[in-house]
Protein backbone atom coordinates (compact mmCIF):
# COMPACT_ATOMS: atom_id res chain seq x y z
CA UNK A 1 0.00 0.00 0.00
CA UNK A 2 0.87 3.73 -0.41
CA UNK A 3 2.34 5.43 2.39
CA UNK A 4 -0.53 7.85 3.56
CA UNK A 5 2.33 9.52 5.78
CA UNK A 6 6.33 9.87 6.20
CA UNK A 7 8.52 10.45 9.14
CA UNK A 8 12.19 11.63 8.39
CA UNK A 9 14.27 10.81 11.30
CA UNK A 10 14.77 7.55 12.88
CA UNK A 11 16.30 8.65 16.62
CA UNK A 12 13.64 6.91 19.08
CA UNK A 13 11.39 9.93 19.14
CA UNK A 14 11.32 9.48 15.22
CA UNK A 15 10.73 6.02 15.25
CA UNK A 16 8.24 5.92 17.98
CA UNK A 17 6.17 8.46 16.34
CA UNK A 18 6.01 6.01 13.04
CA UNK A 19 5.50 2.75 15.19
CA UNK A 20 2.42 4.50 16.88
CA UNK A 21 0.86 5.98 13.61
CA UNK A 22 1.85 2.22 11.78
CA UNK A 23 0.01 0.96 14.91
CA UNK A 24 -3.56 3.16 14.21
CA UNK A 25 -3.47 0.65 10.63
CA UNK A 26 -1.29 3.15 8.21
CA UNK A 27 1.56 2.76 5.93
CA UNK A 28 4.55 4.78 6.93
CA UNK A 29 7.28 5.76 5.00
CA UNK A 30 10.49 6.16 7.07
CA UNK A 31 13.69 8.10 5.87
CA UNK A 32 16.92 8.53 7.87
CA UNK A 33 19.93 10.27 6.38
CA UNK A 34 22.46 7.87 7.60
CA UNK A 35 20.64 4.65 5.94
CA UNK A 36 21.70 2.02 8.74
CA UNK A 37 19.36 3.61 11.04
CA UNK A 38 16.45 3.18 9.21
CA UNK A 39 17.49 -0.11 7.62
CA UNK A 40 17.69 -1.40 11.61
CA UNK A 41 14.33 0.21 12.07
CA UNK A 42 12.74 -1.78 9.22
CA UNK A 43 14.65 -4.65 10.13
CA UNK A 44 13.32 -4.69 13.93
CA UNK A 45 9.51 -4.04 13.04
CA UNK A 46 9.50 -6.14 9.32
CA UNK A 47 6.18 -7.70 10.43
CA UNK A 48 5.02 -3.66 10.34
CA UNK A 49 4.01 -1.55 7.53
CA UNK A 50 7.01 0.38 7.45
CA UNK A 51 8.09 1.56 3.89
CA UNK A 52 12.09 2.24 4.32
CA UNK A 53 13.63 4.48 1.44
CA UNK A 54 17.25 4.97 1.63
CA UNK A 55 17.53 8.35 -0.32
CA UNK A 56 15.82 11.64 0.03
CA UNK A 57 13.81 11.83 -3.53
CA UNK A 58 12.55 7.83 -3.14
CA UNK A 59 11.20 8.75 -0.02
CA UNK A 60 9.28 11.58 -1.13
CA UNK A 61 8.24 9.29 -4.64
CA UNK A 62 7.05 7.07 -2.27
CA UNK A 63 4.00 9.08 -0.30
CA UNK A 64 0.57 9.72 -1.49
CA UNK A 65 -0.44 12.92 -2.27
CA UNK A 66 -0.96 15.63 -1.17
CA UNK A 67 2.18 14.52 0.83
CA UNK A 68 2.35 14.21 4.32
CA UNK A 69 5.51 14.23 5.95
CA UNK A 70 6.86 14.49 9.72
CA UNK A 71 9.72 15.74 10.26
CA UNK A 72 11.56 14.41 13.87
CA UNK A 73 15.23 15.69 13.60
CA UNK A 74 17.05 18.00 15.65
CA UNK A 75 15.86 21.37 16.08
CA UNK A 76 17.46 23.95 14.53
CA UNK A 77 20.25 23.63 11.37
CA UNK A 78 19.51 20.58 10.73
CA UNK A 79 15.79 21.55 10.62
CA UNK A 80 16.30 24.25 7.83
CA UNK A 81 18.63 21.69 5.83
CA UNK A 82 16.57 18.99 5.57
CA UNK A 83 13.54 20.93 4.46
CA UNK A 84 16.06 22.80 1.86
CA UNK A 85 16.84 19.15 0.26
CA UNK A 86 12.93 18.30 0.99
CA UNK A 87 11.68 21.76 -1.24
CA UNK A 88 12.58 20.83 -4.67
CA UNK A 89 10.88 17.77 -4.26
CA UNK A 90 7.54 18.45 -3.13
CA UNK A 91 4.54 20.05 -4.84
CA UNK A 92 1.74 22.68 -3.84
CA UNK A 93 -0.29 21.81 -1.15
CA UNK A 94 2.10 19.28 0.20
CA UNK A 95 2.19 19.38 3.96
CA UNK A 96 5.41 19.22 6.21
CA UNK A 97 5.36 18.73 9.94
CA UNK A 98 7.95 19.62 12.24
CA UNK A 99 7.78 17.75 15.56
CA UNK A 100 10.85 18.98 17.37
CA UNK A 101 11.37 21.23 20.27
CA UNK A 102 11.66 23.86 17.45
CA UNK A 103 11.51 27.52 18.89
CA UNK A 104 8.87 29.28 17.86
CA UNK A 105 10.14 32.55 15.72
CA UNK A 106 12.01 29.95 13.53
CA UNK A 107 8.77 27.98 12.34
CA UNK A 108 7.11 31.73 12.18
CA UNK A 109 9.71 31.63 9.55
CA UNK A 110 9.74 28.89 8.12
CA UNK A 111 6.07 28.76 7.61
CA UNK A 112 6.38 32.25 5.75
CA UNK A 113 8.57 31.20 3.64
CA UNK A 114 7.57 27.51 2.51
CA UNK A 115 4.05 29.22 2.28
CA UNK A 116 5.50 31.51 -0.92
CA UNK A 117 6.33 28.24 -2.37
CA UNK A 118 2.71 26.79 -1.67
CA UNK A 119 3.87 24.07 1.03
CA UNK A 120 2.35 23.86 3.90
CA UNK A 121 4.42 23.98 7.21
CA UNK A 122 3.12 22.72 10.50
CA UNK A 123 5.19 23.48 13.56
CA UNK A 124 4.12 20.63 16.24
CA UNK A 125 5.04 20.45 20.09
CA UNK A 126 5.04 16.78 20.93
CA UNK A 127 5.03 16.04 24.52
CA UNK A 128 5.47 12.76 26.59
CA UNK A 129 9.06 11.38 26.34
CA UNK A 130 9.75 8.39 24.19
CA UNK A 131 7.17 6.07 25.38
CA UNK A 132 4.09 8.89 24.80
CA UNK A 133 5.78 9.16 21.45
CA UNK A 134 4.66 5.13 20.80
CA UNK A 135 1.66 5.39 22.33
CA UNK A 136 0.20 8.67 22.64
CA UNK A 137 1.65 11.71 23.24
CA UNK A 138 0.01 15.05 23.44
CA UNK A 139 0.42 17.20 20.06
CA UNK A 140 0.56 20.95 19.65
CA UNK A 141 0.26 21.84 16.17
CA UNK A 142 0.23 25.17 14.51
CA UNK A 143 0.34 26.61 10.68
CA UNK A 144 -1.96 27.13 8.11
CA UNK A 145 -5.68 25.19 9.17
CA UNK A 146 -6.56 23.73 5.69
CA UNK A 147 -3.28 22.03 6.39
CA UNK A 148 -4.15 20.35 9.57
CA UNK A 149 -7.32 18.97 8.49
CA UNK A 150 -5.41 17.16 5.90
CA UNK A 151 -3.69 15.29 9.17
CA UNK A 152 -6.15 15.91 12.12
CA UNK A 153 -7.46 12.16 11.29
CA UNK A 154 -3.93 10.53 11.80
CA UNK A 155 -3.14 12.68 14.56
CA UNK A 156 -6.23 12.61 16.00
CA UNK A 157 -5.70 8.52 16.18
CA UNK A 158 -2.35 8.72 17.54
CA UNK A 159 -2.68 11.04 20.17
CA UNK A 160 -2.69 10.21 24.05
CA UNK A 161 -6.72 10.30 24.94
CA UNK A 162 -8.05 11.89 28.13
CA UNK A 163 -10.39 10.19 30.75
CA UNK A 164 -13.30 11.44 28.64
CA UNK A 165 -12.31 9.30 25.23
CA UNK A 166 -11.14 12.81 23.81
CA UNK A 167 -7.71 13.08 21.65
CA UNK A 168 -5.16 15.34 23.47
CA UNK A 169 -4.29 17.14 20.12
CA UNK A 170 -6.44 20.44 18.46
CA UNK A 171 -5.45 23.05 15.70
CA UNK A 172 -3.57 25.48 18.21
CA UNK A 173 -3.40 28.53 15.32
CA UNK A 174 -1.25 29.88 12.90
CA UNK A 175 2.26 29.81 11.84
CA UNK A 176 4.50 29.31 15.36
CA UNK A 177 1.04 28.88 17.76
CA UNK A 178 1.87 25.42 18.05
CA UNK A 179 5.45 25.57 18.86
CA UNK A 180 4.74 28.69 21.53
CA UNK A 181 2.33 26.85 23.44
CA UNK A 182 4.75 23.57 23.56
CA UNK A 183 7.57 26.06 25.08
CA UNK A 184 5.05 27.38 27.56
CA UNK A 185 4.39 23.75 28.17
CA UNK A 186 7.56 23.41 29.17
CA UNK A 187 8.33 25.92 31.30
CA UNK A 188 5.45 25.21 33.51
CA UNK A 189 7.25 22.05 33.14
CA UNK A 190 10.32 23.46 34.38
CA UNK A 191 8.29 24.89 37.46
CA UNK A 192 5.88 21.58 38.04
CA UNK A 193 9.32 19.78 38.82
CA UNK A 194 10.91 22.92 40.63
CA UNK A 195 8.40 23.01 43.28
CA UNK A 196 8.78 19.07 43.26
CA UNK A 197 11.63 19.63 44.05
CA UNK A 198 11.51 22.41 46.86
CA UNK A 199 8.74 20.45 48.29
CA UNK A 200 11.57 16.96 48.74
CA UNK A 201 13.78 19.32 50.11
CA UNK A 202 11.75 20.66 52.94
CA UNK A 203 10.28 16.91 53.63
CA UNK A 204 14.08 16.19 54.03
CA UNK A 205 15.72 18.95 55.16
CA UNK A 206 12.87 20.70 57.55
CA UNK A 207 10.62 17.75 58.70
CA UNK A 208 13.43 15.61 58.67
CA UNK A 209 11.92 12.76 56.61
CA UNK A 210 13.64 9.89 54.87
CA UNK A 211 13.35 8.98 51.33
CA UNK A 212 11.26 6.12 51.62
CA UNK A 213 8.89 8.38 53.96
CA UNK A 214 8.99 11.26 51.67
CA UNK A 215 8.31 9.04 48.84
CA UNK A 216 4.85 7.64 50.90
CA UNK A 217 3.81 10.86 51.24
CA UNK A 218 4.04 11.54 47.07
CA UNK A 219 2.21 8.62 46.75
CA UNK A 220 -0.52 9.44 49.12
CA UNK A 221 -0.40 13.42 47.63
CA UNK A 222 -0.95 11.65 44.14
CA UNK A 223 -4.60 10.29 45.24
CA UNK A 224 -5.48 13.84 45.73
CA UNK A 225 -6.15 17.35 43.87
CA UNK A 226 -1.67 17.35 43.23
CA UNK A 227 -2.72 13.73 41.05
CA UNK A 228 -0.33 14.11 38.14
CA UNK A 229 2.55 12.45 36.15
CA UNK A 230 5.42 14.19 37.64
CA UNK A 231 4.23 13.91 41.48
CA UNK A 232 3.60 10.40 40.32
CA UNK A 233 7.04 9.42 38.73
CA UNK A 234 8.84 11.40 41.84
CA UNK A 235 7.06 8.60 44.35
CA UNK A 236 8.74 6.17 42.11
CA UNK A 237 11.97 7.65 41.64
CA UNK A 238 11.94 7.91 45.11
CA UNK A 239 11.30 4.46 46.53
CA UNK A 240 14.51 3.20 43.74
CA UNK A 241 17.85 2.07 45.15
CA UNK A 242 21.11 2.75 43.72
CA UNK A 243 21.88 0.53 40.63
CA UNK A 244 25.25 0.57 41.01
CA UNK A 245 25.02 -1.51 44.29
CA UNK A 246 25.97 1.06 47.11
CA UNK A 247 22.81 0.06 48.94
CA UNK A 248 21.31 3.80 48.80
CA UNK A 249 18.90 5.13 47.18
CA UNK A 250 19.24 6.14 44.25
CA UNK A 251 18.45 10.49 44.59
CA UNK A 252 21.22 10.08 46.89
CA UNK A 253 24.14 9.38 44.49
CA UNK A 254 22.75 11.29 41.52
CA UNK A 255 24.64 14.42 42.03
CA UNK A 256 22.32 17.50 42.38
CA UNK A 257 23.27 19.45 39.20
CA UNK A 258 19.99 20.02 36.50
CA UNK A 259 20.93 20.75 32.83
CA UNK A 260 18.54 21.96 30.64
CA UNK A 261 18.09 21.75 26.84
CA UNK A 262 16.34 25.39 26.24
CA UNK A 263 13.07 25.83 26.36
CA UNK A 264 12.38 26.71 29.72
CA UNK A 265 14.86 30.09 29.08
CA UNK A 266 12.84 30.09 26.02
CA UNK A 267 9.56 31.07 28.12
CA UNK A 268 11.45 33.28 29.99
CA UNK A 269 13.16 35.03 27.60
CA UNK A 270 9.80 35.75 25.88
CA UNK A 271 7.97 36.78 29.08
CA UNK A 272 10.81 39.29 29.29
CA UNK A 273 10.13 40.92 25.65
CA UNK A 274 6.33 40.92 25.90
CA UNK A 275 6.68 42.81 29.56
CA UNK A 276 4.80 39.53 31.34
CA UNK A 277 5.63 38.58 34.66
CA UNK A 278 6.30 34.71 34.81
CA UNK A 279 8.52 34.70 37.60
CA UNK A 280 8.03 31.01 38.75
CA UNK A 281 8.67 29.60 35.50
CA UNK A 282 11.46 32.13 35.60
CA UNK A 283 12.83 31.30 39.35
CA UNK A 284 12.73 27.38 37.96
CA UNK A 285 14.89 28.26 35.10
CA UNK A 286 17.14 29.73 37.39
CA UNK A 287 17.54 27.08 40.22
CA UNK A 288 19.06 24.87 37.84
CA UNK A 289 21.26 27.40 37.13
CA UNK A 290 22.41 27.81 40.30
CA UNK A 291 22.51 24.56 40.42
CA UNK A 292 24.99 23.78 37.96
CA UNK A 293 27.69 25.58 40.06
CA UNK A 294 28.06 23.29 42.12
CA UNK A 295 31.88 23.95 42.80
CA UNK A 296 31.13 27.63 43.85
CA UNK A 297 28.50 26.51 46.76
CA UNK A 298 30.28 23.94 48.02
CA UNK A 299 33.35 26.60 48.72
CA UNK A 300 30.48 29.20 49.77
CA UNK A 301 29.21 26.32 52.20
CA UNK A 302 32.18 26.24 54.02
CA UNK A 303 32.28 30.21 54.46
CA UNK A 304 28.73 31.70 54.51
CA UNK A 305 27.08 31.70 57.74
CA UNK A 306 24.22 29.09 58.10
CA UNK A 307 20.63 30.45 60.10
CA UNK A 308 21.06 30.36 64.05
CA UNK A 309 19.34 27.48 65.49
CA UNK A 310 16.70 24.89 64.51
CA UNK A 311 13.63 25.50 63.60
CA UNK A 312 10.90 23.92 65.94
CA UNK A 313 7.78 22.27 63.88
CA UNK A 314 5.29 20.56 63.98
CA UNK A 315 5.85 17.36 61.39
CA UNK A 316 2.37 16.33 60.64
CA UNK A 317 1.32 20.08 60.33
CA UNK A 318 4.24 21.07 58.09
CA UNK A 319 3.54 18.03 55.68
CA UNK A 320 0.15 19.48 54.72
CA UNK A 321 1.66 22.88 54.61
CA UNK A 322 3.78 21.63 51.76
CA UNK A 323 1.17 19.98 49.72
CA UNK A 324 -0.68 23.06 49.89
CA UNK A 325 2.27 25.42 49.42
CA UNK A 326 2.66 22.75 46.36
CA UNK A 327 -1.36 22.95 45.26
CA UNK A 328 -1.21 27.14 45.43
CA UNK A 329 2.08 27.45 43.75
CA UNK A 330 1.34 25.15 41.30
CA UNK A 331 -1.50 27.65 40.41
CA UNK A 332 -0.13 30.60 40.39
CA UNK A 333 2.84 28.77 37.63
CA UNK A 334 0.00 28.04 35.49
CA UNK A 335 -1.88 30.96 35.86
CA UNK A 336 1.12 33.10 34.97
CA UNK A 337 1.80 30.16 31.80
CA UNK A 338 -1.83 31.28 30.91
CA UNK A 339 -1.24 34.84 30.90
CA UNK A 340 1.21 34.59 29.00
CA UNK A 341 -0.10 32.67 26.37
CA UNK A 342 -2.86 35.01 26.37
CA UNK A 343 -1.23 38.24 25.65
CA UNK A 344 0.98 36.37 23.41
CA UNK A 345 -1.90 35.46 21.05
CA UNK A 346 -2.81 39.46 21.21
CA UNK A 347 0.96 39.75 20.12
CA UNK A 348 1.05 37.20 17.55
CA UNK A 349 -2.58 37.67 16.26
CA UNK A 350 -3.35 33.83 17.07
CA UNK A 351 -6.45 33.56 18.82
CA UNK A 352 -5.65 30.48 21.52
CA UNK A 353 -8.16 28.67 22.75
CA UNK A 354 -7.41 27.70 26.16
CA UNK A 355 -10.14 25.49 27.24
CA UNK A 356 -8.63 23.67 24.17
CA UNK A 357 -4.97 24.38 25.05
CA UNK A 358 -5.78 22.71 28.90
CA UNK A 359 -7.62 20.08 27.41
CA UNK A 360 -5.02 18.17 25.63
CA UNK A 361 -2.89 18.64 28.18
CA UNK A 362 -4.94 16.38 30.11
CA UNK A 363 -2.95 13.17 29.01
CA UNK A 364 -0.14 12.10 27.31
CA UNK A 365 2.49 15.46 28.45
CA UNK A 366 4.79 15.64 31.05
CA UNK A 367 2.66 17.66 32.59
CA UNK A 368 -0.50 15.88 32.59
CA UNK A 369 -2.51 16.11 35.66
CA UNK A 370 -6.10 16.17 37.43
CA UNK A 371 -5.94 20.08 37.71
CA UNK A 372 -6.24 20.64 34.18
CA UNK A 373 -9.70 19.24 33.99
CA UNK A 374 -10.45 22.52 36.61
CA UNK A 375 -8.33 24.96 34.17
CA UNK A 376 -10.08 23.66 30.94
CA UNK A 377 -13.77 23.93 33.09
CA UNK A 378 -12.78 27.29 34.27
CA UNK A 379 -11.94 28.44 30.01
CA UNK A 380 -14.88 26.71 28.97
CA UNK A 381 -16.79 28.77 31.73
CA UNK A 382 -15.22 31.81 30.97
CA UNK A 383 -13.09 32.01 27.59
CA UNK A 384 -12.05 35.78 27.93
CA UNK A 385 -10.76 35.08 31.90
CA UNK A 386 -8.36 37.44 32.72
CA UNK A 387 -5.84 35.11 34.92
CA UNK A 388 -6.81 31.53 35.87
CA UNK A 389 -6.69 32.62 39.93
CA UNK A 390 -9.75 34.47 39.65
CA UNK A 391 -11.83 31.58 38.38
CA UNK A 392 -13.95 30.62 41.45
CA UNK A 393 -12.34 27.12 41.53
CA UNK A 394 -8.91 28.48 41.77
CA UNK A 395 -10.36 31.65 44.20
CA UNK A 396 -11.48 29.12 46.49
CA UNK A 397 -8.21 27.07 46.70
CA UNK A 398 -6.25 30.54 47.25
CA UNK A 399 -8.46 31.54 50.07
CA UNK A 400 -7.77 28.60 51.87
CA UNK A 401 -3.59 27.83 51.12
CA UNK A 402 -3.12 31.27 51.35
CA UNK A 403 -1.96 31.07 55.02
CA UNK A 404 0.10 27.57 54.58
CA UNK A 405 1.88 29.09 52.05
CA UNK A 406 3.11 32.60 54.23
CA UNK A 407 3.70 29.86 57.07
CA UNK A 408 5.80 27.82 54.96
CA UNK A 409 8.02 29.95 53.07
CA UNK A 410 8.28 31.90 56.80
CA UNK A 411 9.37 28.62 58.41
CA UNK A 412 12.00 27.61 55.38
CA UNK A 413 13.37 30.85 54.76
CA UNK A 414 14.18 30.87 59.25
CA UNK A 415 15.59 27.25 58.54
CA UNK A 416 17.49 28.21 55.58
CA UNK A 417 16.70 26.23 52.93
CA UNK A 418 15.61 27.99 49.96
CA UNK A 419 12.14 27.83 47.97
CA UNK A 420 12.44 30.60 44.89
CA UNK A 421 9.40 28.45 43.65
CA UNK A 422 7.54 29.12 46.91
CA UNK A 423 8.30 32.22 47.27
CA UNK A 424 7.90 33.65 43.97
CA UNK A 425 4.37 32.17 43.90
CA UNK A 426 2.95 33.82 47.34
CA UNK A 427 4.75 37.07 45.99
CA UNK A 428 2.94 36.88 42.31
CA UNK A 429 0.06 36.69 44.64
CA UNK A 430 0.57 39.10 46.87
CA UNK A 431 1.87 41.77 44.04
CA UNK A 432 -0.89 40.50 42.02
CA UNK A 433 -4.21 41.17 44.41
CA UNK A 434 -2.67 44.41 45.25
CA UNK A 435 -4.21 47.56 44.86
CA UNK A 436 -1.31 49.60 45.56
CA UNK A 437 1.89 48.66 45.00
CA UNK A 438 5.40 51.05 45.66
CA UNK A 439 5.84 51.66 41.98
CA UNK A 440 5.31 55.47 42.64
CA UNK A 441 8.47 55.02 44.84
CA UNK A 442 10.20 53.96 41.54
CA UNK A 443 8.87 56.07 39.59
CA UNK A 444 9.54 59.05 41.41
CA UNK A 445 13.27 58.20 41.26
CA UNK A 446 12.91 58.06 37.58
CA UNK A 447 11.94 61.45 37.31
CA UNK A 448 14.08 62.70 39.80
CA UNK A 449 17.37 61.79 38.37
CA UNK A 450 16.01 61.70 34.54
CA UNK A 451 13.19 63.48 34.53
CA UNK A 452 10.95 60.67 33.24
CA UNK A 453 7.82 61.77 34.10
CA UNK A 454 5.16 60.34 36.58
CA UNK A 455 1.50 60.10 36.61
CA UNK A 456 -0.67 61.11 39.18
CA UNK A 457 -3.47 59.46 41.16
CA UNK A 458 -6.04 62.22 40.77
CA UNK A 459 -5.48 64.05 37.54
CA UNK A 460 -4.94 62.83 33.92
CA UNK A 461 -1.75 63.36 32.27
CA UNK A 462 2.16 63.22 32.78
CA UNK A 463 4.15 65.92 35.37
CA UNK A 464 7.77 66.51 36.03
CA UNK A 465 7.90 67.60 39.44
CA UNK A 466 10.72 70.36 40.17
CA UNK A 467 13.13 68.48 42.09
CA UNK A 468 16.07 70.61 42.19
CA UNK A 469 14.21 73.54 42.95
CA UNK A 470 14.06 75.19 46.71
CA UNK A 471 10.69 74.45 48.00
C1 LIG B 1 8.14 16.78 26.76
C2 LIG B 1 9.43 17.37 27.28
C3 LIG B 1 10.56 17.24 26.31
C4 LIG B 1 11.83 17.95 26.75
C5 LIG B 1 12.52 17.39 27.93
C6 LIG B 1 13.84 18.04 28.26
O1 LIG B 1 7.17 17.52 26.77
O2 LIG B 1 8.09 15.61 26.38
O3 LIG B 1 9.23 18.73 27.54
O4 LIG B 1 10.12 17.77 25.10
O5 LIG B 1 12.75 17.86 25.72
O6 LIG B 1 11.71 17.41 29.04
O7 LIG B 1 13.74 19.38 28.62
P1 LIG B 1 14.95 20.05 29.43
O8 LIG B 1 16.20 19.34 29.01
O9 LIG B 1 15.04 21.48 29.03
O10 LIG B 1 14.66 19.85 30.87
Redesign the pocket.
Known amino acids: QTPQIGVVGMAVMGKNLALNIESRGYTVAIYNRTSSKTETVAKEHADKKLVPSYSIQDFVASLEKPRRIILMVKAGAGTDAVIQELLPLLDKGDVLIDGG?TFFKDTMRRNAELDKSGINFIGM?????EL?ALQG??MMPGGQKEAYDLVAPIFEQMAAKAQDGAPCVTYIGANGAGHYV?MI??GI??GD?ELIAESYHLLHDLVGLSVAEIADIFADWNKGELDSYLIEITADILTRKDDLGTGKPIVDVILDR????????WSSGNALELEIPQSLITESVYA?YISMMKDERVKASKVLPKPAGKVAIDKKAVVEMIRKALYFSKIMSYAQGFEQMRIASAHYDWDLDYANIARIWRAG???RAQFLQNITDAYEKDPKLQNLMLDDYFLDITKQYQESVRDLVGLAVKAGVPVPGFAAAISYFDSYRAERLPANIIQAERDYFGAHTYERTDREGSFHYPWYEEQ
Open positions: NGVSGGGPSKHNEYETANKGTGKRCII
